[in-house]
């Protein structure tokens, strides 16, 4: 009797639990663990739209050794804070290029509405808006007309918010067939003309979590190939080619900058082929694509023999904000004596600086 009280007067009652948005109160659906709440000491949680969002929005980026992106992060702010410094982040003080729409939230001058060209490095600038545009699995669906009209089907956030990117800087993916990916790019050359390219999709290296990375080879109009390549830094760099030492070090420093204010960091490279090269790998690629037995793994080992020699473009970062309450949740628990463990996939500063940010 005291368990049924209990949960149909307090628990079903307490309007500290009840959630506004969705008009849904607390709802006990059984009456046989009220006494050992009280005996939880440990919560393990995901991050990733448990303390976060899963609302994924491109913010900065990092082209050729140069950051781009003048947007100050949540985790920023909160630094700030408690550093006892006030950040002016107004709405009204963003340039007239600036972008905020579903997946994207980007200001910058230098590189939006085809001022890339002007930049010292405008071939880097190219390479990786190709590859946010051509180097994804995602589905578009719309009027392929008009741009605002289209949506993305992804398998992750974070991949509709690449693509989302490329669109805003010029290289529109709009439709997708079994063999190509057709991309509107604009502002290419000096002229700021418009065309529609096909490039066909010759093969696809899926991202799973052990090859924590994606990759795709594609030939160009002028027959040219091409292998694309973005994944987490440490699976990146461990693949590129020697030489360009300013850059990869410049790049480094640039993703522990993103990690530092809770981004969410990729790397992208690329790479050209040889048709010979090609045709000798594709061989391989083939028998382990038909393979009935460890086909996952031939296919990953398969992969390593063309994922390699590869040039650095540069990295984006995705920004992730907390959910509305997670400070609060925290303190509440911790004065219930209840620790949190948090298990993330990101960058160590990342997630140190969302769990200082979420517990502050």
Known sequence: MIKFIQCAQFINNDLNMYHAESNTPALARTSNLNE??????????????????????????????????????????????????????????????????????????????????????????????????????????GEEETPEKITYQAASPDEAALVAAAKNFGFFFYRRTPTTVMVRESHVDRMGSMQDVAYEILNVLEFNSTRKRQSVVCRFPNGKLVLYCKGADNVIYERLADGNYDIKKTSREHLEQFGSAGLRTLCLAYRDLSMDQYKSWNEKFVQAKSSLRDRDKKLDEVAELIEKDLILIGCTAIEDKLQEGVPACIETLSAAGIKIWVLTGDKMETAINIAQHAAW
Not at 38 to 49: R, W
Not at 67 to 86: H, L, P, S
Not at 97 to 102: D, F, S
Not at 109 to 129: K, L, S, V
């Open 36 to 141: 050992e709440l009280g005996q939880v000491e440990y919560i393990f949680s995901d991050k990733t739209g448990t303390l976060t969002r899963n609302l994924m929005e491109f913010f900065k980026c990092s082209i050729g050794g140069e950051i781009y992106g003048t947007g100050i992060t949540e985790i920023e702010k909160g630094g700030a804070e408690r550093a006892g410094v006030r950040i002016d982040d107004d709405e009204d003080k963003r340039s007239a290029t600036a972008v905020h729409e579903k997946g994207f939230n980007f200001d910058d001058t230098r590189i939006m509405r085809g001022a890339w060209r002007n930049e010292p490095n405008p071939e880097a600038c190219m390479e990786f808006f190709r590859c946010l545009a051509i180097c994804h699995t995602v589905l578009p669906e």
